[in-house]
């Protein structure tokens, strides 16, 4: 059985969803009736007004899907459902992300939960992975949380498809530790503060990759000819020091590989 560091025992908190205006009524709707979603079960309805005296509109609301038995904080399976509220006029990423897709829905990112979030934002960015925003504290749960660039190769359109990892129950070292690393971002609300750096990515058109575009021609070249069988532990080895080698010169030079 493969040993890995705890930290890499990852288990899926929630899911985010991406819908089109039209769908995101309806969905509430069925998540009621088909999920057996209850009142106690929306965890979240958060709004804005984008115009003033235009009223309120609903940016994204989350619905936990059944009931943990042994740890039902741990064990529930959530989705949070996003749509573009924006008025038609105004930029929207979220928009973006759905019409460059042609799609009605798509599922944004998956949150992976890890016991130690710290121990793997530093083997990941040991690795050059990409992280749009630092490890955050959320103001509403006692969680700390990051988010990464998205998966896409070079000449591709951006996925609008990216990974969040998080810490449930945080001790108070690790929320220390963020508070004194991040402190321009620790005030943020976190679902604000990664919707809004999202939309200056997709508004400047510089979407920050999971992994450089550099990099990825590194491992391509490594792999790209083989067929996935043939990707053993030698080729998997020399992979990894790729990686550490190219986020080692890239940290060494201040941004650049």
């Not at 955050?136 to 949380?145: G, S, V």
């Not at 083989?226 to 990894?240: G, N, R, S």
Request: negative net charge; aromatic residues 10%.
């Amino acid at each position: 059985m493969t040993k890995r560091a705890a930290f890499l025992d990852f288990k899926v908190d929630h899911m985010t969803l991406l819908v089109q205006p039209r769908l995101y009524n309806v969905a509430f709707v069925l998540f009621k009736t088909v999920f057996g979603v209850g009142p106690e079960d929306l965890l979240y309805d958060k709004r804005k007004e984008w115009t003033p005296g235009a009223g309120e509109v609903s940016m994204t609301y989350a619905m936990r899907l059944g009931s943990g038995v042994d740890e039902p904080k741990l064990i529930n399976t959530i989705v949070a459902v996003v749509q573009p509220s924006e008025p038609a006029g105004q930029p929207s990423h979220v928009r973006s992300m759905l019409d460059s897709h042609g799609a009605a829905a798509h599922w944004q990112h998956v949150a992976l939960r890890t016991s130690d979030l710290l121990a793997f934002h530093q083997h990941a960015v040991e690795r050059g992975v990409n992280f749009i925003t630092p490890v955050l504290k959320d103001e509403e749960e006692n969680l700390i949380q990051v988010f990464s660039g998205e998966w896409f190769f070079p000449g591709s359109q951006a996925s609008a498809m990216f990974f969040e990892f998080l810490q449930r129950d945080p001790s108070d070292q690790d929320v220390a530790r963020v508070r004194e690393q991040n402190r321009r971002w620790f005030r943020d609300e976190t679902f604000m503060g990664l919707y809004d750096e999202k939309e200056r990515e997709y508004r400047s058109g510089n979407v920050t990759p999971f992994i450089d575009a550099a990099l990825f021609e590194k491992l391509e070249a490594l792999v790209g000819a083989l067929h996935v069988w043939q990707i053993d532990a030698t080729v998997l080895a020399a992979c990894e020091r790729t990686m550490l080698d190219y986020a080692r010169a890239k940290a060494q030079s201040g941004g650049a590989a």
